[in-house]
Structure formats: structure tokens, C-alpha cells
């Protein structure tokens, strides 16, 4: 009997504190004073499952907007040489109505827009990588790469052999790639880079229970520094699926490749990256050569990250969206925005913009691709057109606008890119590029179907079900 009562007891008090807990969790989830949609999903998550939402909590949802990659003083000094270049250009060729969009990116972000450029862009992975190849074999003094995913399949063990010709050449290799993108990769992978005297640094290593906070947080920039005068960037990772496709079809992305002193802001998102891991700063001249104008190109390197003060690609694509006059196009492998963004789409296709959304007809992950198709109705409702790639699975993160303005880079059109991840972007402001990519977007067009309402309409309510209960979760994926 007194073993009972005593079961009881503990049973009562487990309980009581684990609610305390819960409530506890959930009261600091709204003191956080997050987006209120976000906060009410966390809030349904540790109510209706409380064991299982606290664990997700504590490993997804604890915020770090207040952290720093590097001190005000150590960027400074980064940017030292990158900041000369800049105040010493005469003027920048620049339509005056992206100007706003251009000063918003310096000041918030710190990025540094840059004219004389040249920029070859790749839609496909074996054209990307060849490149990449010879761009690699050229280097005479550092190579620096920058991934989300770096594969032990047969491209990535192409590249880490080329890498390790030129480490034994003399050149200095750093390589740093994300603990997440590259969990099934085994250690002796990059063993074999360490061995040969390549720099090899692991991105937030998710460990327990230091980084158990921060699993939510990757880095899913692709980015490679050559020399410091030769840049890569864009959606395309080192994996072989990039190169052969998948199943279905292709694998369609867009990468680009940079000449000119747009390259300084690339160097300097690895090599803020790189002493945020290793605590190294890199600051001197080999980093940041000196460069003459290669072409007519107006480019802007600018990164997003959790950890920032602002949203600072998010916020600028709102801004751009804001200031299309004509049409703005956009490819995205997902399709979750927050409800800014969305309402910036709705708002110019509703004043009479062409706002086109180029999105997969099958995608690689069936839970996002759910929680995209949630938010198509209300978007052609309000006049945007939907295209869906049937010719594989596009992964292009590629927007156009107005012959005016453009980008390729990382991110992708969902919450985890505005909010979690590490982001980075080439941003043009320049008429040449801007009808490159646009032709890129109309030939792919052609693979695509047009979706309408009525068709739309006739999914099954299974689908429709599905869907709005995907997108409940979607601040949260």
C-alpha cells in the first residue's frame, strides 16, 4: 500500500514538472517575439506532442539572432583591402531604380556591389564541374571551397584529387563543409584531404549536447575561391547526382562563375566562415589581389545567416520584388514562403506585374514538396503563374527581373533559407546578365507545365488535406 502511494506521488510530481516545463518552453517560445505564425507552430508542436516537441525544441527551435560570426573589429579588418577597392571606383553603371535595393544590401549586409565583372553561368552540373576542374588546376597560391554537400561519390573524390594535386604543388587548400549536408560521408574521406596537408573544418558539428541548439543552423553556400580572382557560386553542390540526375529526369541548377572584384565578397563570406570555425583571419594581400575590369557585369556578393540582426537576402528579394515594373521570374526547388514575402509576390501580380514561379512537378523531399503545393492556389488566385518542370527535378535558385536585375546563389524560396541557413547569393545589376538568365528561364519554360485553378482545383481532397497539414508545419521545415 505505501509503495503505492509512494508510485503515486513520484508519478504526480513527474508530471507536474515535466508540465512546468512545457509551459516554461512555451513561454519563452513567446517572449522570443518571433513571426507569430512560427511561434504558434511551435506552440501546437509542444502541445499535442509534448515529449516529442520538446526534444525538436531544444535541438530546432532555439533562436540565435543575437550571436555573432566575428567582431566588428575583426571584419573590419577583413574588409580593409575589399572596402579600398570599392571607394576608389569612379562610379557604378547601375539602374536607378535598383539603387535602393544596392545601398539597403551595403548597409544592412555589409556587401560591397562591384562593376567590370565577367560571369559564365551553368545550367548543368557536368559543364559546372569541368570548369571547375580547370579553374582548380590554375591555382597558384590558395583554393578555397565552401559546401553544403561534399560527397564521396565519383565527383567528389574528382575534385578531392585534383585538390590534392595541387596541395602537393604547394597551393594552399582550405575546405569547409557542413556537418549536417555531409553526415553519411565517413571521416576518412577527409582524412585522406588532411593527410595530403589540406585544411579540412566541419561547419557547426552537431554534438551533444554543445550543439544541440545550433543542428538547425547549416551552411548551404556553395562557394569556391580561386587565387582570390576566380569565384564560383550558386545552387550546385559536390555530388554526383548533380552531374548524372535523378530517376525521373535531369537534375536542372544554375551556378555562376565570377571574374572581377566581385570575387573579394565571396572571399570574404569563407573567410568569415572559416575563422567563425578555426578562429584563423586571414586578412593579407594574397587574399585580396589587386584586379583590372573583365567585363561589364555590376555584381554584389551577399550572405544571409541565422545569427544576424537582420534578414538580410530575404528582406532585399521583398525589396526587389517590391520594385518589379514589369515581370519578375523566379526557379525554386521549394516554394514555402513566410508571409512577407509571399504577400510582396501577391501585391505586384495583383498591380498588373508578370510574376512567374518556376517550381519542380516532382521534388526530392515529399514532405516540402507538400507544404509548396499548399501555398499555389492562393498565388494564382491573385494573378502570379505557376510552372511545374517535368523534365526532372529543378534545383535552380534563379530570379530575373525587369532586364534590370538578377541572381543566382543558395537560397531557396522557404523559411529555412530565409531564417536558418547560412546564405549566399550573387545579386547583378546589369542589363546582360539579367537577359542571359532570363532566356535560361523562358528555354526551361518550355519543359514545364502551366498550372491553372481549375485544373488545380480538381486534386483530390486527400491531396488537399495533406497539404494544408503539411503547411502547418512549414515555418518549422
Known sequence: MEIAVWSNVFTAAFYLVYFAVVLTTIFVVILDNRNPVKTMAWILVLFFLPVAGLVFYLFFGRSARRERLISRRGYARLTKRPMAEYQAQVSLRTPIERQQLMNFFNRVNGSLPFGGNRVTVYVDG????????????????????????FEDDAVGRLVRDVLVDKAREGVKVRVLHDDVGCWKVSRSFYEQMLCEGIEVVTFLKVRFPQFTGKVNYRNHRKIVVIDGKTGFVGGMNLAERYVKGVAWGVWRDTHVKLEGKAVYGLQTAFLTDWYAMDRSLFTSAEYFPKMDVCGNAVAQIV????????????????????????????????????????????????????????????????????GSLSYLAEMMDAGVKIYLYKKGFIHSKLMVSDDNFSTVGSTNMDFRSFEHNFEANAFFYDRDTALALKEIFLADQKSCMLLTLKIWNKRSWKNKVTESVVRLLSPLL
Not at 588546376?137 to 571551397?145: F, G, N, S
Not at 534578414?311 to 514562403?337: E, H, K, N, T, W
Not at 509571399?342 to 510574376?355: F, I, M, R, S
Open 126 to 149: 557536368a559543364s559546372m564541374l569541368a570548369d571547375l576542374i580547370r579553374e582548380l588546376y590554375k591555382a597558384r597560391h590558395h583554393i578555397h571551397l565552401e559546401f553544403y554537400i
Open 303 to 370: 550572405t544571409s545567416d541565422p545569427v544576424g540582426e537582420w534578414r538580410d537576402i530575404m528582406q532585399g528579394l521583398m525589396m526587389a520584388v517590391c520594385g518589379a515594373r514589369r515581370y519578375f521570374y523566379i526557379q525554386s526547388p521549394y516554394f514555402l514562403p513566410n508571409e512577407e514575402v509571399k504577400t510582396a509576390l501577391q501585391t505586384a501580380a495583383l498591380a498588373g506585374v508578370d510574376v512567374r514561379i518556376m517550381l519542380p512537378k516532382r521534388a526530392d523531399t515529399w514532405l516540402i514538396h507538400k
